[in-house]
């Protein structure tokens, strides 16, 4: 009895994933000037309004800077965090784990809050420098998890065997270890990547007329207008996070990026 409901509700809860998504991309293809479902006829028109939109490609270009400088410093803060929590004797490992791993556990908007008055208000940053320590933060806890799953997989003896034969600690590294991590480290940064240029509630919360990413402007363009170019520019974002996944699956696989989160 436990299986047909477990198999009803799986069912249902990918319908509820995929339907909207479905209407989204099919809206997205439509000839008409409204948001509607089934569309009405086909074109490629609202595309090439996406495109040409200066907004829209004003705030992708910001996206993808924050999502890839957010990651890259993640990694710089993660990577020996993650030597230092597996491969250190330091005390309190797991408390310095669960640190670093907060980020998943506080809401985004108490983060995104807390943020604003301290960095924004108190020490009176532009919002894209608050925008970039909080994106780098959401971002650790992948960098944490998913390169140490990579390096629970390197033999420590076998480091200690190059140190020796007269390697030194960081010949041993880069040529035993980082071997082993870099298939973490390149999951690591896709995931970071897609997740800092997809958010929302921090984003929205550190916005500022200089700096808007491009999740925060299509909000608020749907605010104003109910054409169908956000379902279009909805479509190229989850056409371009589909072959990231690819990548990441071809090159790492889903069993080891997800595996090193839910560990």
């Not at 595309?47 to 996206?63: D, H, K, L, M, W």
């Not at 808007?212 to 056409?239: E, G, H, K, N, W």
């Amino acid at each position: 009895m436990k299986r047909p409901v477990t198999a009803a509700l799986a069912v249902v809860g990918y319908l509820i994933m995929i339907v909207p998504i479905v209407f989204v991309v099919a809206t997205a293809f439509t000839a008409g000037s409204t948001l509607r479902f089934p569309p009405d006829g086909f074109s490629l028109r609202w595309f090439g309004e996406a495109f040409a939109y200066e907004p829209f490609v004003e705030a992708t270009i910001s996206s993808v800077q924050l999502a890839v400088l957010a990651a890259a410093l993640a990694l710089l803060i993660g990577v020996p965090a993650t030597l230092a929590i597996h491969r250190g004797r330091i005390p309190g490992k797991g408390l310095v784990e669960g640190l670093f791993l907060s980020p998943l556990i506080v809401p985004e908007l108490v983060v995104g809050l807390a943020l604003f008055q301290q960095l924004m208000v108190g020490l009176d940053l532009d919002n894209f420098t608050a925008l970039l320590v909080g994106h780098t933060a959401l971002m650790l806890p992948y960098a944490v998890r998913v390169t140490g799953a990579s390096l629970a997989l390197a033999d420590p003896a076998l480091e200690e065997a190059a140190r020796g034969l007269g390697a030194s600690p960081l010949r041993a590294f880069v040529n035993v270890t980082l071997p082993v991590l870099r298939p973490g480290i390149f999951s690591a940064g896709l995931l970071s990547v897609v997740t800092s240029f997809n958010n929302v509630p921090l984003s929205l919360l550190l916005q500022g007329r200089d700096f808007r990413t491009l999740p925060v402007t299509m909000l608020d363009y749907v605010q104003q207008s109910y054409d169908p170019m956000v379902a279009a520019a909805s479509t190229l974002i989850l056409a371009a996070t589909v072959v990231i996944a690819v990548i990441a699956e071809r090159t790492v696989g889903f069993a080891k990026i997800f595996g090193g989160i839910s560990r």
